[in-house]
């Protein structure tokens, strides 16, 4: 690693992942394939930089013996975040479909997959262009509300990269670092030894 420190890479992922989601925010039914594209692409790049980052984390801070029960706990909180993430995400865009297409699609026809949906869509409203536009921009406005649950959390773990400890992974200096926490420890066991006899 050309840097040796994890942090700017959670900072930057953190700032990608913000980036991202505000840009998805802004997304339209007319939207072209670039942008869903390339919005994407930077929202998962902040992802997959402060996801893998955390990995290193736990093995740079904690002492060798901690370090498995560390690996388990991050991949415990990523699971269980994943899963409460997703569950938040359907709840907002079940809520707010619900709201936006009330009184012209029962709400039945509404959650049984996305192709079921424009089948229901075309049967209710038939071939008005201008009220399946706007039907289009109703779901598309339920879709961008998810998109600010996702904006807010990730704007949250920009803090959070902030508080966590800058140590480098470069094996130099992990030793010295390490040799100087030994002599520390070795130091404070002397002055205890005296301070009992």
Known sequence: MLIGYYSVFLLLGALLMSLGAGLLMTLKTDSGLR?????????????GMSLEQCNLVVQAVLPDKKIP?????????????????????QNVYQDNLTKQLAGIIPTSDLFSGATN???SIQRYIGDDPVLFQEVLGRI?????RVFTVALILACLTFPASLMIEWKSVKKEKRKNEDAKEKVGRMTKEKQDVRENA
């Open 35 to 47: 942008l869903w594209l390339g919005y994407q692409v930077i929202f998962a790049a902040g992802v």
């Open 69 to 89: 029960a560390g690996v388990s706990l991050i991949i415990f909180t990523r699971t269980l975040a994943g899963s409460i993430g997703s569950a938040i995400g």
């Open 117 to 119: 949906l424009v089948k």
């Open 140 to 144: 598309n406005y339920s879709l961008m």
